[in-house]
């Protein structure tokens, strides 16, 4: 059975920075895509970042140059760093991993980012 847990969120002041960590426990292709995505109440849940086994990335345009996503493919985990933290990026954060064959998704249970201004 798949599991993703994450862990590292938290309350922040604007400006800060946080770190977000997702492990995923249980047998994986090795062909998969592992990622971030955010929803706040009200919005659908949005992509933040994404990264494959080979280390390409995709960033959503208003985190492209405050966040970094990072995988590490021997432990299974994916990391989001987080910098100059703007309230907007108030959220609960969400750790994804996407199979390409056979075609399936996996979601972690959350876990809340609190930017105070």
């Known amino acids: 059975q798949v599991q993703l847990v994450e862990s590292g969120g938290g309350l922040v002041q604007a400006g800060g920075s946080l770190k977000l960590s997702c492990r995923v426990s249980?047998?994986?292709?090795?062909?998969?895509?592992m990622g971030w995505y955010r929803q706040v109440p009200g919005k659908e849940r949005e992509l933040v970042a994404t990264?494959?086994?080979?280390?390409?990335?995709i960033y959503e345009d208003s985190v492209k140059d405050r966040f970094t996503i990072s995988r590490d493919n021997t432990q299974s985990t994916v990391d989001l760093q987080m910098k100059n933290l703007k309230t907007e990026d108030t959220a609960v954060y969400f750790c994804?991993?996407?199979?390409?064959?056979?075609?399936?998704?996996?979601w972690g249970q959350g876990t809340q980012v609190t930017v105070s201004s």
């Open positions: 990264i494959s086994t080979g280390g390409d990335t």
């Open positions: 994804n991993v996407f199979i390409y064959k056979p075609q399936q998704t996996y």
């Open positions: 249980g047998s994986i292709p090795r062909l998969n895509r």
